[in-house]
């Protein structure tokens, strides 16, 4: 019978987990083992944190984690590394197998840990592994079977022949995995290579998969479903008591309160019990997030991403709802479910996303492939009109960089603070009195589709010098051979039309003039390509 396991006592905890929470990479591991008892350490933390913790530290350096951990933790470890999109995916199961068993032929106990993990795997799981790994032939069926390989064993009862399809290190975890079955009971090891071959794998996937499901639910991972409901406007009807929180152990790897933020100011005046309660909410949050965006688990910087989008959209909601009082704040957080403050803070979003959905249907504004503003307004309008909203930072760009390259060379992400949030509605107003202009002007049909697709100041100034060249004020290409006039043509821009149309008309004024200074030396006698040009559409019979 195993020894009984001895927890730690709440006060020891507790201190463990604020030193884990302040520490980072190795520097955890070293504090676990520190610790009076590791085993007991790691296994009252929560299997999803230890996850991402070895991850971070690194699966070779932290294998002694991955001993240390329950057999519960060590499945949660392949629940979250070894599946993608619903399917299981056999060789990332691999390293995890082979560390928990390294060195369980050298110690007692560490054979121990290694049997406890290896008979508590989902037998679908298992076979899986193993399905993918090996290739049976049945020298009952074929006494001479033709091998492909140089990896493979004859099973000691003499019914199979294993040929083995992995190589290196999965080799050695595969046959170390056959080696621990025939020790152990020869005929169960025998039943079980039997039983691979009828099992059909879409049912051991789908049965696995509902195993797992149930284990990341206890901890807080919601179905896509529930996950993709956060993401919805906030419901009317008044916030509801809010459901049990997961069933998981403290955690430490959020470090949800000590930031210094507003919810966490109105955190830290709840009750010890419901601050307790708050965090495993918070955690849901995060999770949620890692699901609708189908976050990869082993992706260290793109999780951390989603918890930080989780937290504000949960400050978000928080200052809509409480505004700027600390004691409403503290009120509003004892008494509104967390999914309802996630609502809120995303509803903030939504509302800029339907205003750009609206100013790209104007036709204004070009599509979201093929922005008629210049950047970063049409990169951030097309980032707003994505099925996720997103934030685009190159609105950060100094003024003088608009319109450039550099000023749309920026990834989009998700919103992390009420500052971004004004920021994009600034640039909504600019971009919709922008859209208005381009109409008014006629600039904002007829155009070329594509992400090379002129940009609204190009449009202007074409159109500026036609009508300076005689010509109507219409964006036609300028012929190649009429260069030099129209670029003495816009050596210097005023237009009555631009100084009317207030903001949106002064930004188009500046970014032409910024635009125009390429065409300087061609005024001054020099050349250019046409397709080096970006001032002007030019028609090139070559």
Same mark, same amino acid.
């Given at each position: 019978?195993?020894?009984?396991?001895?927890?730690?006592?709440?006060?020891?905890?507790?201190?463990?987990?604020?030193?884990?929470?302040?520490?980072?990479?190795?520097?955890?591991?070293?504090?676990?083992?520190?610790?009076?008892?590791?085993?007991?350490?790691?296994?009252?933390?929560?299997?999803?944190?230890?996850?991402?913790?070895?991850?971070?530290?690194?699966?070779?350096?932290?294998?002694?984690?991955?001993?240390?951990?329950?057999?519960?933790?060590?499945?949660?470890?392949?629940?979250?590394?070894?599946?993608?999109?619903?399917?299981?995916?056999?060789?990332?199961?691999?390293?995890?197998?082979?560390?928990?068993?390294?060195?369980?032929?050298?110690?007692?106990?560490?054979?121990?840990?290694?049997?406890?993990?290896?008979?508590?795997?989902?037998?679908?799981?298992?076979?899986?592994?193993?399905?993918?790994?090996?290739?049976?032939?049945?020298?009952?069926?074929?006494?001479?079977?033709?091998?492909?390989?140089?990896?493979?064993?004859?099973?000691?009862?003499?019914?199979?022949?294993?040929?083995?399809?992995?190589?290196?290190?999965?080799?050695?975890?595969?046959?170390?995995?056959?080696?621990?079955?025939?020790?152990?009971?020869?005929?169960?090891?025998?039943?079980?290579?039997?039983?691979?071959?009828?099992?059909?794998?879409?049912?051991?996937?789908?049965?696995?998969?509902?195993?797992?499901?149930?284990?990341?639910?206890?901890?807080?991972?919601?179905?896509?479903?529930?996950?993709?409901?956060?993401?919805?406007?906030?419901?009317?009807?008044?916030?509801?008591?809010?459901?049990?929180?997961?069933?998981?152990?403290?955690?430490?790897?959020?470090?949800?309160?000590?930031?210094?933020?507003?919810?966490?100011?109105?955190?830290?005046?709840?009750?010890?019990?419901?601050?307790?309660?708050?965090?495993?909410?918070?955690?849901?949050?995060?999770?949620?997030?890692?699901?609708?965006?189908?976050?990869?688990?082993?992706? *260290?910087? @793109?999780?951390?991403?989603?918890?930080? +989008? !989780?937290?504000?959209? $949960?400050?978000? &909601? #928080? %200052?809509? =709802? /409480?505004?700027?009082?600390?004691?409403?704040?503290?009120?509003?957080?004892?008494?509104?479910?967390?999914?309802?403050?996630?609502?809120?803070?995303?509803?903030?979003?939504?509302?800029?996303?339907?205003?750009?959905?609206?100013?790209?249907?104007?036709?204004?504004?070009?599509?979201?492939?093929?922005?008629?503003?210049?950047?970063?307004?049409?990169?951030?309008?097309?980032?707003?009109?994505?099925?996720?909203?997103?934030?685009?930072?190159?609105?950060?760009?100094?003024?003088?960089?608009?319109?450039?390259?550099?000023?749309?060379?920026?990834?989009?992400?998700?919103? *992390?603070? @009420?500052?971004?949030?004004?920021?994009? +509605? !600034?640039?909504?107003? $600019?971009?919709? &009195? #922008? %859209?208005? =202009? /381009?109409?008014?002007?006629?600039?904002?049909?007829?155009?070329?589709?594509?992400?090379?697709?002129?940009?609204?100041?190009?449009?202007?100034?074409?159109?500026?010098?036609?009508?300076?060249?005689?010509?109507?004020?219409?964006?036609?290409?300028?012929?190649?051979?009429?260069?030099?006039?129209?670029?003495?043509?816009?050596?210097?821009?005023?237009?009555?039309?631009?100084?009317?149309?207030?903001?949106?008309?002064?930004?188009?004024?500046?970014?032409?003039?910024?635009?125009?200074?390429?065409?300087?030396?061609?005024?001054?006698?020099?050349?250019?390509?046409?397709?080096?040009?970006?001032?002007?559409?030019?028609?090139?019979?070559?």
């Amino acid at each position: 019978m195993a020894k009984e396991e001895k927890a730690l006592a709440p006060e020891e905890l507790s201190r463990a987990r604020a030193a884990l929470a302040a520490a980072q990479g190795k520097r955890r591991l070293d504090l676990v083992l520190e610790a009076r008892d590791p085993q007991a350490l790691v296994r009252a933390l929560p299997a999803d944190e230890l996850y991402f913790t070895i991850r971070d530290i690194g699966l070779g350096d932290a294998a002694l984690l991955v001993q240390l951990a329950s057999p519960e933790q060590f499945k949660t470890f392949l629940d979250l590394d070894a599946w993608r999109g619903g399917a299981f995916e056999p060789r990332r199961a691999l390293p995890w197998l082979r560390v928990a068993r390294a060195g369980a032929h050298l110690d007692p106990k560490a054979a121990a840990r290694w049997t406890r993990k290896l008979d508590a795997l989902d037998r679908e799981v298992l076979y899986l592994v193993l399905r993918d790994a090996l290739h049976l032939h049945d020298l009952e069926e074929d006494p001479d079977p033709e091998l492909v390989s140089d990896r493979f064993m004859r099973t000691p009862e003499g019914r199979f022949v294993v040929e083995f399809q992995v190589e290196g290190t999965e080799y050695l975890a595969v046959r170390g995995l056959l080696d621990d079955f025939y020790a152990r009971d020869a005929f169960q090891a025998t039943r079980l290579l039997s039983a691979l071959r009828g099992e059909l794998p879409s049912e051991l996937e789908e049965t696995a998969l509902r195993w797992r499901t149930g284990r990341l639910a206890d901890l807080g991972f919601p179905s896509l479903e529930e996950a993709l409901s956060w993401f919805a406007r906030p419901p009317r009807a008044p916030a509801r008591p809010a459901g049990p929180p997961p069933a998981r152990p403290p955690g430490f790897l959020l470090a949800t309160l000590g930031g210094g933020s507003a919810m966490d100011r109105a955190a830290a005046a709840l009750p010890a019990g419901e601050r307790e309660v708050l965090e495993r909410e918070i955690v849901a949050a995060a999770n949620a997030v890692l699901v609708a965006d189908q976050v990869d688990p082993s992706d *260290l910087q @793109a999780v951390r991403g989603a918890f930080a +989008a !989780a937290r504000a959209m $949960l400050e978000l &909601g #928080l %200052a809509r =709802l /409480a505004g700027a009082d600390p004691d409403r704040a503290a009120q509003v957080l004892a008494e509104t479910p967390v999914k309802r403050l996630f609502q809120e803070g995303f509803g903030r979003v939504l509302e800029l996303k339907w205003r750009a959905e609206r100013l790209l249907a104007g036709g204004g504004a070009g599509s979201r492939a093929a922005p008629l503003l210049d950047a970063p307004l049409g990169e951030a309008v097309a980032s707003l009109a994505a099925k996720r909203p997103r934030y685009f930072p190159g609105l950060e760009a100094p003024r003088d960089e608009w319109g450039t390259m550099s000023a749309a060379a920026h990834e989009p992400r998700r919103f *992390l603070a @009420a500052a971004e949030l004004d920021r994009t +509605a !600034a640039a909504l107003d $600019l971009a919709e &009195g #922008l %859209a208005g =202009l /381009a109409q008014a002007l006629g600039l904002a049909g007829g155009r070329a589709e594509g992400p090379l697709a002129p940009r609204l100041s190009t449009l202007y100034l074409t159109a500026l010098a036609n009508e300076r060249l005689g010509r109507a004020f219409r964006p036609d290409p300028v012929a190649r051979a009429e260069l030099p006039g129209a670029a003495r043509a816009l050596a210097a821009i005023e237009d009555p039309r631009l100084a009317s149309a207030g903001q949106a008309g002064a930004l188009l004024l500046e970014l032409a003039r910024a635009r125009a200074a390429e065409l300087a030396p061609i005024a001054e006698g020099g050349t250019a390509r046409p397709e080096h040009l970006s001032a002007l559409l030019v028609l090139d019979p070559d």
